[in-house]
């Protein structure tokens, strides 16, 4: 029996061939044996320029190609490499030279932004439009049978921002996925066959992720036509299929409640949350529209979408004596996962102690992509050292304190600091700059950048389009505040919980 995730697929189409696999919108575009065929001769289009294990970048917005690309490069064994479509150029560059992509794909969009980046980038022979006749051509041929793969063999790259502003590629391999599918299983949510999922959230991330289980039970992978996220169009979206899920950032939850829609809301499931805190009270309004159908899911690209876990029925329990504060939390260890809150030797912390997060299991990464000393700091003494800080109650739920420490969530998407200030230190008026997150309504958080002008304070608006020509425009300062000074501790590091308080 091959390791090969691919297996999923074809698995589902010999026991469901009719079922429907792909929809756009509420039109059903495959059933499951029309996607497994399909799959097999796009693989076998690959496999003639490709060899076992190379990359096949996707930097595409959400759309059924998703779907049979990922299986093609896994049934051809190759690892695939799915890009925030929403990164800058530059950006994009790096990631496309760091990860050897020989393939680009990209939505339409899209593509000829990256067609570019095949003379710039050495590695990369060719970007391919996913809506174009090369892309028709190459699922035009006979299918090939699906690779031999190890647990061990890499599957999917992905790219998290580092603390040092250079995106670093978490390497999941074969077996990380699997667990992480079975992860799903035992402590998210069950799925029946003819079930659906709408990809509101980027395929690229956890609505990509949360794809691979719902294949694996042959559910129904919608992508709405607008290929994101749009409360109308979810609503509209659950009176065409039945058995719902959704992937969503807290901030889409509380679009969904604050949207004055009186339609019914029978079909949906389940909303998986999860890329951000949840404030009590949104969790609660969302209980009150929805029912009870919230699970919570805590991880990080190292440990894709399984650290702790907190089910629709925990979310219900509203009898029990501590409700308030395990709704607070982000739940409990995944089934077959180590959650500890060490010290700074790693020795685990007693409950209610405040610590880094440290896990271990199989769905822990094989490591980062080309990047020994990364790898090898973050993963020591056996542990995947989270960078988040939190406690551990007596019964085993975890609280964030903080994530990363600096890390800015906004609308779902990490922004590390530094990344930030890098950009902006380039402005010859910025003498030093710190960035720190605000706290906001919609979108959790907002990017702000306490800037200490060299004479008169720079332009806010050169300061936007420094940063506009440089990174991802939902990375921009929503705010520039001029100060004289930055406040400092004795060795000289910036206090952020000072310039947090300012806020």
């Known amino acids: 029996m091959s390791a090969n995730l691919a297996q999923l697929l074809v698995r589902s189409a010999h026991a469901y061939p009719n079922l429907p696999a792909l929809a756009l919108g509420p039109r059903v575009t495959c059933s499951y044996a029309q996607l497994a065929g399909r799959v097999a001769r796009l693989a076998a289009g690959l496999a003639q320029h490709l060899s076992p294990n190379d990359r096949v970048a996707l930097v595409m917005q959400n759309c059924p190609q998703y779907v049979e690309l990922l299986f093609a490069c896994w049934h051809a064994g190759l690892c695939a490499v799915p890009v925030n479509a929403k990164l800058h150029p530059r950006e994009l560059e790096f990631i496309l030279a760091n990860s050897g992509a020989r393939l680009c794909f990209a939505s339409a969009d899209l593509y000829d932004a990256m067609a570019p980046l095949a003379e710039s980038v050495p590695c990369l022979e060719e970007v391919i439009d996913a809506d174009g006749p090369r892309y028709a051509a190459l699922a035009a041929g006979a299918p090939l049978p699906m690779a031999?793969?190890?647990?061990?063999?890499?599957?999917?790259?992905?790219?998290?921002?580092?603390?040092?502003?250079?995106?670093?590629?978490?390497?999941?391999?074969?077996?990380?996925?699997?667990?992480?599918?079975?992860?799903?299983?035992?402590?998210?949510?069950?799925?029946?066959?003819?079930?659906?999922?709408?990809?509101?959230?980027?395929?690229?991330?956890?609505?990509?992720?949360?794809?691979?289980?719902?294949?694996?039970?042959?559910?129904?992978?919608?992508?709405?036509?607008?290929?994101?996220?749009?409360?109308?169009?979810?609503?509209?979206?659950?009176?065409?299929?039945?058995?719902?899920?959704?992937?969503?950032?807290?901030?889409?939850?509380?679009?969904?409640?604050?949207?004055?829609?009186?339609?019914?809301?029978?079909?949906?499931?389940?909303?998986?949350?999860?890329?951000g805190p949840m404030y009590v009270a949104d969790c609660k309004a969302a209980m009150k529209r929805f029912g009870y159908k919230l699970a919570q899911i805590y991880g990080q690209g190292?440990?894709?979408?399984?650290i702790t876990a907190m089910g629709k029925a925990i979310h219900a329990a509203t009898d029990h004596p501590r409700y308030e504060q395990r709704l607070a939390s982000v739940g409990q260890a995944f089934t077959g996962v180590e959650v500890m809150v060490g010290d700074a030797d790693d020795r685990p912390l007693p409950a209610g102690e405040i610590g880094e997060i440290l896990v271990r299991g199989d769905q822990i990464m094989a490591g980062y992509w080309d990047n020994p000393a990364a790898s090898a700091e973050t993963l020591r003494n056996g542990w995947l050292h989270t960078g988040d800080v939190g406690s551990l109650d007596e019964e085993g739920f975890l609280t964030l304190m903080d994530r990363s420490k600096d890390l800015i969530i906004s609308g779902g998407s990490n922004i590390y600091?530094?990344?930030?200030?890098?950009?902006?230190?380039?402005?010859?008026?910025?003498?030093?700059?710190?960035?720190?997150?605000?706290?906001?309504?919609?979108?959790?958080?907002?990017?702000?950048?306490?800037?200490?002008?060299?004479?008169?304070?720079?332009?806010?608006?050169?300061?936007?389009a420094l940063c506009l020509d440089r990174i991802a425009r939902f990375k921009r300062p929503k705010a520039y505040r001029y100060v004289e000074a930055l406040p400092k501790n004795s060795t000289g590091k910036v206090l952020k919980t000072e310039l947090r308080k300012l806020l």
């Open 417 to 464: 600091p530094r990344e930030v200030e890098e950009v902006l230190l380039l402005h010859p008026g910025v003498s030093e700059v710190s960035v720190v997150g605000q706290s906001h309504p919609e979108w959790g958080e907002v990017v702000v950048a306490f800037v200490v002008p060299r004479g008169a304070p720079p332009d806010k608006a050169d300061l936007d």
């Open 302 to 306: 190292e440990s894709p979408m399984t």
């Open 148 to 275: 031999a793969r190890a647990a061990e063999d890499p599957a999917w790259l992905f790219y998290t921002s580092g603390t040092t502003g250079r995106p670093k590629g978490v390497t999941l391999t074969q077996k990380n996925i699997m667990a992480a599918i079975l992860n799903y299983f035992s402590d998210v949510d069950a799925i029946d066959p003819g079930e659906a999922i709408i990809h509101a959230a980027p395929m690229s991330h956890g609505s990509g992720f949360y794809m691979l289980p719902h294949v694996a039970h042959a559910g129904l992978n919608v992508v709405p036509e607008s290929g994101g996220f749009d409360a109308p169009e979810i609503y509209a979206l659950l009176q065409a299929h039945r058995g719902v899920t959704l992937f969503a950032a807290p901030t889409m939850v509380k679009r969904l409640v604050d949207h004055p829609a009186d339609a019914d809301t029978a079909n949906l499931k389940t909303i998986v949350y999860g890329g």
